[in-house]
T-cell receptor
Framework: AQSVTQLDSQVPVFEEAPVELRCNYSSSVSVYLFWYVQYPNQGLQLLLKYLSGSTLVKGINGFEAEFNKSQTSFHLRKPSVHISDTAEYFCAVSRPVSGSARQLTFGSGTQLTVLP | DAGVIQSPRHEVTEMGQEVTLRCKPISGHNSLFWYRQTMMRGLELLIYFNNNVPIDDSGMPEDRFSAKMPNASFSTLKIQPSEPRDSAVYFC???????????????FGEGSRLTVL
């Protein structure tokens, strides 16, 4: 079984400040890791993903995340946020289920609010 | 490129009525997923299809819910009869096999917001 824990449901931060959104996962098998962003009244879109290779992954809009296998974490960071980054962010873990299929499990989400 | 297309974007109906939500996945994608999003439960996977075949429908809440995928470019999620607790945003997502395996990366539609009065 696997689970995804996003430790903070709400993160308020001032514009141009750095931010870290935390994500921990539990899984007994090899996983792929994702961060998705959901802007108001829209669907989810992919920010970045870790499949293999370098543990530091860069995504769109200046976000990056680091895969830490020993701590089973995949925290999302941005050095300087903008008002337009206000959105809900979802961490997700993909694990194999059968054959070539994989199943994606989402965390509960973190609402990032950037304040002027 | 066209993304995942869902319709209707908004639906308001009365309890007991039948509701049909529609989804057109991205061309070339061979997996399709239906999710439900509410404040209380977050994102829940209802069902997913591989190559038009339902693989896992364990997330479907009850027999009032049914989903079909008659071909690679169309899927429906039907609720009959609808109840107020079905009010939620329903998302369709698609993905494809890459080099023989799914990465798990999904492409989402913009969702169908359902309100059952």
């Amino acid at each position: 079984a696997q689970s995804v824990t996003q430790l903070d449901s709400q993160v308020p931060v001032f514009e141009e400040a750095p931010v870290e959104l935390r994500c921990n996962y539990s899984s007994s098998v090899s996983v792929y890791l994702f961060w998705y962003v959901q802007y108001p009244n829209q669907g989810l879109q992919l920010l970045l993903k870790y499949l293999s290779g370098s543990t530091l992954v860069k995504g769109i809009n200046g976000f990056e995340a680091e895969f830490n296998k020993s701590q089973t974490s995949f925290h999302l960071r941005k050095p300087s946020v903008h008002i337009s980054d206000t959105a809900e962010y979802f961490c997700a873990v993909s694990r194999p289920v059968s054959g070539s299929a994989r199943q994606l499990t989402f965390g509960s989400g973190t609402q990032l609010t950037v304040l002027p | 490129d066209a993304g995942v297309i869902q319709s209707p974007r908004h639906e308001v109906t009365e309890m007991g009525q039948e509701v049909t939500l529609r989804c057109k996945p991205i061309s070339g994608h061979n997996s399709l997923f239906w999710y439900r999003q509410t404040m209380m439960r977050g994102l829940e996977l209802l069902i997913y299809f591989n190559n038009n075949v339902p693989i896992d429908d364990s997330g479907m809440p009850e027999d009032r819910f049914s989903a079909k995928m008659p071909n690679a470019s169309f899927s429906t999620l039907k609720i009959q009869p609808s109840e107020p607790r079905d009010s939620a945003v329903y998302f369709c997502a698609s993905s494809r096999l890459t080099s023989g395996t799914h990465t798990g990366e999904l492409f989402f539609g913009e969702g169908s917001r359902l309100t059952v009065l």
